[in-house]
């Protein structure tokens, strides 16, 4: 069954980096759209990088622009390698795939989540 898997959270002290890693299983991203989100308890989920299927254009958050790279890795692997954390990053952080154009509109895997604890 179709799914995506992240990798990569962990402890890391403030102004540290950590590599998340989001790998499809059964599918690739060719014809995806890929989100990285992020959740704290007791808030809404958070968007906060994006890169299109077509590679013309990423984006992010305002609280993490300059600190966070998303990369297309392969047709596998999307990478957000999160630099200069804060302990305001802490959070569940989500993979979430999107289908673009044809038959993939409307075709939508999320990722359990991978938790990224920053400490002070």
């Known amino acids: 069954q179709a799914h995506v898997v992240e990798f990569g959270g962990g402890l890391v002290q403030s102004g540290g980096s950590l590599r998340l890693s989001c790998t499809a299983s059964?599918?690739?991203?060719?014809?995806?759209?890929i989100n990285w989100y992020r959740q704290t308890q007791g808030k809404e989920r958070e968007l906060v990088a994006s890169?299109?299927?077509?590679?013309?254009?990423t984006t992010y958050a305002d609280s993490v622009k300059g600190r966070f790279t998303i990369h297309r890795l392969n047709h596998l692997t999307v990478s957000l390698q999160m630099d200069s954390l804060k302990p305001e990053d802490t959070a569940v952080y989500y993979c979430?795939?999107?289908?673009?154009?044809?038959?993939?509109?409307?075709?939508?895997?999320w990722g359990k989540g991978t938790l990224v604890t920053v400490l002070t």
């Open positions: 979430n795939a999107q289908g673009v154009g044809n038959a993939y509109i409307g075709v939508e895997y």
């Open positions: 059964g599918f690739d991203f060719l014809n995806y759209d």
């Open positions: 890169t299109a299927t077509g590679g013309i254009s």
